[in-house]
Each structure stands twice: as C-alpha cells, then as structure tokens.
C-alpha cells in the first residue's frame, strides 16, 4: 500500500499542474475566441458550416491593438476623458467602474508601480516577518498626518495571493529582498516550499545540521 500511494502522489504531482495549466489556457484561449461574436453574422467566417476557430483571438488581439492606437493620441485621450466622466455619472455602475480603473490603471499602466519590489516586513506581531510587496509611495494628506515617510504594501495571504492586506509602513522599517517578484510570489503560494534559488542551499545546511531544540520556548 505504500507504495502504490508514493506511485499515486508522483502521478497527482505530474498531472495536476499540467491539468490545471491546460484548464486556464482552454479558458483564457476559448474566451478570446469568443470575441468573433462581436461581428455582424454576414461578417463572420464559416468555414464547413462552423466558424472558423482561433478567428476571435486574432480579432481580440487587433481590437486591443487598435484601442491602444486611438487611446495613445490626443484626440483619443479626450474621448477616453470623456467617457469616464459620463460613466461616473451612471448610479451604481460609475462606483464599480471608479473601483475597476482605480484596480487596473496602477497594475496595467506603463509605469505603474504596484508590485514593484519584495520586501521583508514585521507582521503580524513584533519579531515575526511577513513577505510584502511594495505598491505605491505615501504622499498628500496621509503623509502630513503620518509625519515621516510611509510606503504602501499589500501582504498577501498563502496559498492564495488574491486576498491580504495592505498596510502603510515607514519606510526606515523595510527590509528589501533580493528575490524578484515573480520568486517571492512563488514562496507564498507554496506556504514556504519553493524557496528561491539563492536560498535553497542555505535551506539544505539548514535540514542537514538543524539547531538544537533546549525546550526554552516550550509554553
């Protein structure tokens, strides 16, 4: 039994990330091909009495593109201008609609600073750390009243990232990590099992020769 249960978890750690991978390309990739949807029915291409699939992505990718075209001028940026403010006007939708772009416009920007660096920080309590990220700079109002300078971090929670905290720390409390983004995401998600490369070997003397356990922080 113990053996086909080591044989089933080496299967399931095969399988299941590449199960998984193929289910969010399948949605992400169906999604987009859906987008051919958006042309008149005289206009879309049947071939065989089907539609032609992939057709949506390559029209997805040139509607993005084209948008991005006629957003990048001065006359598109007017109407963008325009648009946001009739939208605010809208009950109910203009709030969702604020919120989105105030998500969005940091994160998809050209030089949005969310996510900019990893950095070490003290939390939840004094002496225990928490990985976080640096989001933005603390500046008008919140700065005057904090009185020196603060940095915005949002903390994420393991295994699932989407949800944390955001906190306003001094900058002086930092601790910046040399692990990019992308590895210290990889270190949460995995609650502390991918270690980053330049950690792995400390981690490996670290099992090897483990420090001694005295009982003194036994309750």
Do not use: C
Request: hydrophobic share 50%; aromatic share 10%; proline share 8%.
């Amino acid at each position: 039994m113990k053996l086909i249960r080591k044989y089933l978890l080496a299967g399931l750690l095969v399988l299941v990330p590449i199960g998984i991978t193929i289910w969010v390309l399948h949605f992400l990739i169906t999604s987009l091909d859906q987008t051919i949807l958006l042309l008149p029915a005289q206009w879309r291409p049947i071939w065989n009495g089907d539609l032609v699939p992939g057709f949506g992505i390559i029209l997805a990718f040139v509607l993005l593109f084209v948008t991005g075209v006629i957003a990048s001028n001065v006359f598109g940026k007017q109407f963008v201008k325009a648009w946001d403010s009739l939208v605010h006007r809208i009950p109910v939708v203009g709030g969702v609609y604020k919120s989105v772009k105030q998500l969005t416009d940091p994160v998809l920007s050209e030089n949005g600073q969310a996510f900019s660096k990893a950095v070490l920080i003290e939390f939840p309590h004094p002496g225990l750390h928490s990985i976080a990220f640096l989001t933005n700079k603390v500046e008008g109002e919140m700065r005057d009243k904090l009185g020196e300078d603060h940095v915005a971090v949002y903390i994420p929670t393991t295994p699932n990232p989407t949800g944390g905290y955001m906190l306003l720390v001094p900058k002086a409390k930092l601790v910046p990590l040399d692990m990019s983004v992308d590895q210290a995401l990889k270190y949460i998600i995995s609650m502390g099992v991918a270690a980053p490369p330049s950690t792995q070997g400390e981690l490996a003397r670290w099992a090897a020769a483990p420090p001694p356990f005295d009982g003194s922080d036994r309750n």
